[in-house]
């Protein structure tokens, strides 16, 4: 059974960093493009950044010039390096990923993390 598994998450002050990992289990083929998304309180899941098989980067204009998203593909890992946090960039950080299951069903699918609570006090 494939699992992405978040972590990293915290309390820390504005100004500070974080580093977010999620880690990919479980019998893969192959991984393709994977994704960091956020949800903070009452507001709508925003895509923060993602990257391709081939390394390939894009962030959204929110956290461009402070967080970079990186992945170990000998270690099915995704990074996210959160640098000058800010307040706005607290809530729930989840990891998505498209990949090829062992087992299971056919071709690329879409799996989830469960998230990692990222809060940021002013």
């Known amino acids: 059974q494939v699992q992405l598994v978040e972590s990293g998450g915290g309390l820390v002050q504005a100004g500070g960093s974080l580093r977010l990992s999620c880690a990919a289990s479980?019998?893969?083929?192959?991984?393709?493009?994977m994704y960091w998304y956020r949800q903070a309180p009452g507001k709508q899941l925003e895509l923060v950044a993602s990257?391709?098989?081939?390394?390939?980067?894009d962030y959204a204009d929110s956290v461009k010039g402070r967080f970079t998203i990186s992945r170990d593909n000998a270690k099915n890992t995704l990074y996210l390096q959160m640098n000058s946090l800010k307040p706005e960039d607290t809530g729930v950080y989840y990891c998505?990923?498209?990949?090829?299951?062992?087992?299971?069903?056919?071709?690329?699918?879409?799996?989830w993390g469960q998230g990692t609570q990222v809060t940021v006090s002013s």
């Open positions: 479980g019998h893969i083929v192959t991984i393709d493009a």
């Open positions: 998505n990923a498209l990949l090829v299951p062992m087992y299971g069903s056919r071709g690329y699918q879409d799996y």
């Open positions: 990257i391709t098989s081939s390394d390939i980067a």
